[in-house]
């Protein structure tokens, strides 16, 4: 296998509000011989929120994006379950709609760019399943988790809507029971915690208008990974991962029950089990403590 | 499929029971059964019933997911009996399935449900054309075929509440009007022949009004006529900020300040977007933004990374805008 290229579109997210997934992901690139060129371009993906505002522009900018993905003549890799959703939603709504796409380019040509559909776009989690392999992390693995048991949250964004996603990578995932985060675990040398929340919602999307329902989501999430025995949890996605970092006091309320446990970005379980030096994995930038490193 | 011979598998079934008029608690049943693979979800009901025990109660009508009876959750997935193989259910699920209604808190008898909240919701919408007719017209009343695929088979709808019983907000607040809901306000603004003035203000006002979605997609993946009723909520949206209904408030504020934050920055300007959305009610995010900000989660205004080639950003915002607010 040659080395690994992709584009990064970090999405804004890692940029601001969790640094620590910014970089632990370069971390863990690292280590595993990954390059990725920053898409420094890119604008805000719009984060399913400035569709229901203007369809149309947001297409425009997120055709954008893969166009610069497109000019690196590589696949893109989205390190947010939402940013992916919507550059991936995109793709298949111009690759599918030659009228649509027609128009997207008319404005895009008025900045000297083109969306042509040659990227593939992927979630850093399924590049690593796809293209690098859980039986390679595995090998590399030199702190193994075991001590652990760990609570994937996987976040409905990478696997619903499950048509759309299982276009996007090669290792089938279904909504109703996800493997993905859970082999990722277990080949940091981890044990899965199964319990039934780790495919819903964590509220993240409705956290302004609808802070109550948003903050039970979060509690319910955290309750059941909490009474499946996890020491901790682990998400794929950013703004899941700010949702049970941060909003551990509203989540407590709302349900009735005090509720918290420290949550990893997949890219800082996978440091700690390759043994990277946990400065370089962020963990001093939680809210709610990582007491086990 | 059909070269394929027919298989057999042993599958145990964990399912609920509950007879209102006399229990206080539901409990489950165990049954054991030889499950072949071209049986359906409503074959196993059925064999409950026929072949261990006739107080069974389900409901099914049609047979060929039309009435949109027999929606129950087999491992908390909603699915239309009549049309789930049980191949399908196994191969998600393996050998160990557990059968429930469609909401154990609405359960009468067994899966049969009280699914009165999905029908006063559903009829709040103005679930039906509304229009002038002309009782002697002279001509057809044509709709055109681009006019027609509008619908985006939101018609197809066949009411069965399997995504309603999906929907995390349904079940968290009784004043969420619920996808199928949504999408049968969407079905009738999107005909043509339509001529309803209050349907859309209704969906916006009433209960919580349509934003409170948290776009988890599980109706889209619970829904057995591929309805996407967020898709359609996502066209309520679009179409409630372009007839200039969309009222300022948290989450329209919220929608249009992605569009503000990249016009600035091209990306997301975190902070400023949660102050232009709440406004005064900022300070309820307060002590949770003190936290975030001890531990370097806050990046103030002027630290933020613009985007490259932002030039090009704001050009295109102008160029290919399309809504007002
Ligand atoms: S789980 Fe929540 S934050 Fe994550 S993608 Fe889904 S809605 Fe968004
Ligand atoms: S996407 Fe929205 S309407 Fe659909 S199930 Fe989720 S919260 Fe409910
Ligand atoms: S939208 Fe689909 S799932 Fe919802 S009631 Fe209609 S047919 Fe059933
Ligand atoms: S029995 Fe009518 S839809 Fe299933």
Redesign the pocket.
Known sequence: MGKLKYALFTGCTAKQSTPEQMMSTMAVADKLGIELVELTEASCCGASHLQDYDDFLSLVLNARNIAYAEKHGLTMVTIC??CQ?NTAMTKHRLDNNADLKARVNEKLEEVGLVYAGTSKITHFLYAIIDDFGLDKIKEMVVTPLSQFNIAPFY????IRPSELQNETHDTPENPYNPTSLDDLIIACGGNTVDYDEKNK?????AELQAPKVAAALTGNAIAGAMDGNADWMVTP?P??HL?LDTQTHHASVAIGREVSLPVLHMQQMIGLALGCPPETLGMKHHVTKVDFV | MSTNAITTQKVNFKVFRFNADKDYLPYYEDYSMDVTSEEVVLDILNRIKWDHDGSFSYRRSCRHGICGTCAIKVNGRSTLACKESMTEMIKVFGNELTIEPLSKKRAVKDMIIDKADFWEKHEQVTPFLDAEIDETPTSENLVTPAEANALDEADLCIQCGACHYACPVVELSDDFMGPAAFAAAYRFEADVRDGNESRLTDVNQMGSGVWDC???FECAEACPKEINPIEKIGKLHNMLFQSGQADSNVATRHAVGFEKSIKRVGVLDEGGLVLYSELAGIVKHMPVAIKMFSKGKIVPPWGITKSDNLDEIQKLVKSSSTAKF
Request: net charge positive; glycine share 10%.
């Open positions: 379950n939402t959703l976040g409905c964004h990478n919602c964590c509220g993240f999307h996605c703004l899941c949702k | 948290v776009k988890c």
